[in-house]
Every structure is written in C-alpha cells, then in structure tokens.
T-cell receptor, first 116, second 114 residues
Framework: DTAVSQTPKYLVTQMGNDKSIKCEQN?????MYWYKQDSKKFLKIMFS???????INETVPNRFSPKSPDKAHLNLHINSLELGDSAVYFC???????????????FGEGSWLTVV | AQTVTQSQPEMSVQEAETVTLSCTYD???????LFWYKQPPSRQMILVIR??????QNATENRFSVNFQKAAKSFSLKISDSQLGDAAMYFC???????????FGQGTTLQVKP
C-alpha cells in the first residue's frame, strides 16, 4: 500500500498547456506539501496545507495553484506551462505542521514533468 | 532564514568500508529536527534517519548513524559496512518546528565501488 501516491508519474506536454498533478495520502496526516526538484536536483518547498488550509506559500508564480479538497488530497494545477517548469514535483505529508509529533515528512514517488 | 550546506558534491567508498557525509546548517531556532534522505536514481525520497535537536544522543538506524553537534550546527551521516545499494544521492534537511517545512542541502552523490 503506497502511503503517498501521486499521478501521473510521467508527463510530457507542450508549452502553454495547462496540466494537473494529483496527490493522495492514506497515512491520516493533517499536513501535505508540494516540493519541486529542478534539473540540478535542488529541492525546494512550494506549498503546504494543513487540514485543507494553506499555510505555506513560497514565492511561486501565480500559474501554480494548489487545491486541497480534503486533508487526504492535495492537487497541483499549473497554467500556461513554460520550459522552466520542467522538474520533478514531489507530494509529501506529515502528521502535523509543527513537529510536536515528530514532523517526519513522507514523500511520494515524484511526478516527472517535461515541457517541450 | 535557515540554510543547509553539504560541502561534498560527490563521495566514493569501497564496499564494506565506512563513509561520512557532512552537513552544516544555520538557524536561530532552538527546537528543530534534522533528517537525512536518500534519493536513488528512481528519484524516490527515502528517509534514512532523523534527529531531534533536543536530544543529545545521536540517532542510529542499523548501519546508519549521525554525529550531531548542536553547538557547531553540524549533522554528519556515517554509513558503516557500505553496500552497493547505498549508492544514491543523499540530502541533509532541516525541519522547522515553527513552519513545518524542510530546508534541503544541495545533496551529496555517493558512489559505492565493488
């Protein structure tokens, strides 16, 4: 049973298109995240949600819009895709946002987005 | 702002030998967590070991152990009896108790030679 699952795993699309990546966790966690890993393998947080509420919004272009329909799901929608959006996007989850119960973050397998 | 620095872009070790990966961080927080994640070529992020800043005892997980020096803000990972399957990129990460987000280092690519 996959704890944090995201779909699709691979996505190749043209510039200007709109695409979504879906994420689901079955760990009962309250907090979910999106991280981006660029071509140099540098990992950086984009967003986090706690119980469907946005709590972290790093300096990410407005073309990226996260949506959390419930605390087990966090989707990422990207409008008007650009070449620079090519990256691996990781969904992740943790028990809570503050570390009072350990704050270990569990990652999904990543979604490889290639914009051509 | 917190920063995490891994000064070794690449390391290599002979199978069955021991290797240490370095990590330093900077923060003004007193309560935080430190992690080492392993990323094989599949790109999956696998938690290797975790250390709570309030604990003086170094964390250990089988062949993996850390040397946590809070005053020096240093958090190195020691891999004993290295195996071919240990070959991967290793990321050190700082976990803020205030925000919950992870700040990652640049990563160290570990090669294990047979």
């Amino acid at each position: 049973d996959t704890a944090v699952s995201q779909t699709p795993k691979y996505l190749v699309t043209q510039m200007g298109n709109d695409k979504s990546i879906k994420c689901e966790q079955n760990l009962g966690h309250d907090t979910m995240y999106w991280y981006k890993q660029d071509s140099k393998k540098f990992l950086k947080i984009m967003f986090s949600y706690n119980n469907k509420e946005l709590i972290i919004n790093e300096t990410v272009p407005n073309r990226f819009s996260p949506k959390s329909p419930d605390k087990a799901h966090l989707n990422l929608h990207i409008n008007s895709l650009e070449l620079g959006d090519s990256a691996v996007y990781f969904c992740a989850s943790s028990q809570d946002k503050t570390g009072t119960v350990g704050n270990t973050i569990y990652f999904g397998e990543g979604s490889w987005l290639t914009v051509v | 702002a917190q920063t995490v620095t891994q000064s070794q872009p690449e390391m290599s070790v002979q199978e069955a030998e021991t290797v240490t990966l370095s990590c330093t961080y900077d923060t003004s927080e007193s309560d935080y967590y430190l992690f080492w994640y392993k990323q094989p070529p599949s790109r999956q992020m696998i938690l290797v070991i975790r250390q709570e800043a309030y604990k003086q005892q170094n964390a250990t997980e089988n062949r993996f152990s850390v040397n946590f020096q809070k005053a020096a803000k240093s958090f190195s990972l020691k891999i004993s009896d290295s195996q071919l399957g240990d070959a991967a990129m290793y990321f050190c990460a700082f976990g803020s108790s205030n925000t919950g987000k992870l700040i990652f280092g640049q990563g160290t690519t570990l090669q294990v030679k047979p």
